[in-house]
């Protein structure tokens, strides 16, 4: 890895901190609390924008026109819905035989913790942060996932209250992230199914009971996940190809074009030494 993309790395990876402590910034500003358009709805949407600024502004600084292929909309969005609410049936059929309604739903809420915060975590973690250092900074697979589980799992840690619920929100945080960032790459870097088993997952555990909506939920919440998990993955091996960086077919195209150039240059230089001692020669 050379120096451009140690610095490049740090500077995406510096933009998602800066989103973790959004607020701990704006409290330096003396702002804590956001209601700019007077509708609970559309003032979560918009800080959500607003939070996840710094990573998408960096990426788009970074990598210009790079930085939307990395952004994950490219691909169906359909798709990604069908086959995320295929995988979440069961996970659902299990919480309805298990658990009781949530008898305290609150519509807003649901909007604000599973659809804002599943897409745009996302948004953030999946396609501008780990897109940015496995697709165009060719990190490997595993230092860029780990790397980013780490940071995910951090900023999961204030759902727990003891050192159980710490681990157990590390634990499957991660594993989440690296699941999520392995589809995103499968799917040819697309966020729509990431997003949407992020978002039905989450949805879950506010129409339901489960373990007041933390990382948690006792072994029926975990095997409702693992059947998530185990379908998405039978499906995407069987429908996708094998993870690759961005640009890698366009790379290796570039890195024969100038082989051959090379060898033709080498051709002709020899060409003309054989040329020249020829002359000499006959001299």
Known sequence: MNTNQILKSLAVTGSVIIVYNFWNIMGLFSIDSFDVL????????????VQSSPVVLTAIALFGKDAFKISG???????GFFIGLTCCIPLFIIFSFTYSLNENFDLYRAYRMALLS?????????????????????????????LNAAIFS????????DFLSSFLTIVVTGIGAIWFAWLYIRWNYSIW??????????????????????????IISYVGR???????????????????????????????????LSVEQSTLDLRNMSRANSATTTN
Request: aromatic share 16%.
């Open 73 to 79: 909309v490219m691909g169906s969005p359909l798709k």
């Open 193 to 218: 199914l990431p997003a949407t088993l992020h978002i039905l997952m989450n949805f879950s555990w506010h129409l339901f009971e489960v373990a007041d909506g933390t990382a948690g939920g006792g």
């Open 154 to 161: 951090y900023g999961h840690l204030y759902q727990a209250n």
């Open 38 to 49: 007077e509708n609970q709805y559309l003032d979560s949407l918009l800080f959500n924008i």
């Open 226 to 260: 693992a059947s998530v998990i185990l379908i998405s993955i039978i499906i995407t091996l069987k429908y996708t190809s094998k993870m690759k960086p961005l640009n890698e077919e366009e790379t290796v195209k570039e890195e024969e074009k100038k082989l051959k």
């Open 118 to 146: 599943g897409f745009f975590e996302e948004l953030i973690f999946r396609t501008f942060f780990f897109g940015a250092l496995f697709g165009l900074l060719k990190w490997k697979f595993w230092p860029a996932v780990l």
